[in-house]
Nanobody, 119 residues
Framework: QVQLVESGGGLVQPGGSLRLSCAASRSGFSIDTMGWYRQAPGKERELVAEISSGGSTNYADSVKGRFTISRVNDTNTVYLQMNSLKPEDTAVYYC?????????????WGQGTQVTVSS
């Protein structure tokens, strides 16, 4: 069993920055793709950014140029640096990991951390 533990959410003013962190609880277990999703009230969960173990990244159009995802493979830790935050970035942010085991794709989720952008 792998748990993902997030930290770094909070309240920030528009234009400000936050850095989210997520670490897997199990060592010696490589996760193929790690990323961040978010869910705002009344909306579906959406992909924010993801990064492969090889460093390839994918971003939602709404965050390109403002958010940066990075990871440390040895510790299964992923970060999301969020700059120039907007009120529409307000949501619960969830850490996500996925891994193929014997041709079957497994998904792992964190408990979520609240990000609120407001003056």
């Amino acid at each position: 069993q792998v748990q993902l533990v997030e930290s770094g959410g909070g309240l920030v003013q528009p234009g400000g920055s936050l850095r989210l962190s997520c670490a897997a609880s199990r060592s010696g277990f490589s996760i193929d793709t790690m990323g961040w999703y978010r869910q705002a009230p009344g909306k579906e969960r959406e992909l924010v950014a993801e990064i492969s173990s090889g460093g390839s990244t994918n971003y939602a159009d709404s965050v390109k140029g403002r958010f940066t995802i990075s990871r440390v493979n040895d510790t299964n830790t992923v970060y999301l640096q969020m700059n120039s935050l907007k009120p529409e970035d307000t949501a619960v942010y969830y850490c996500h990991g996925s891994k193929y085991i014997l041709s079957r794709l497994f998904h792992y989720w964190g408990q979520g951390t609240q990000v609120t952008v407001s003056s």
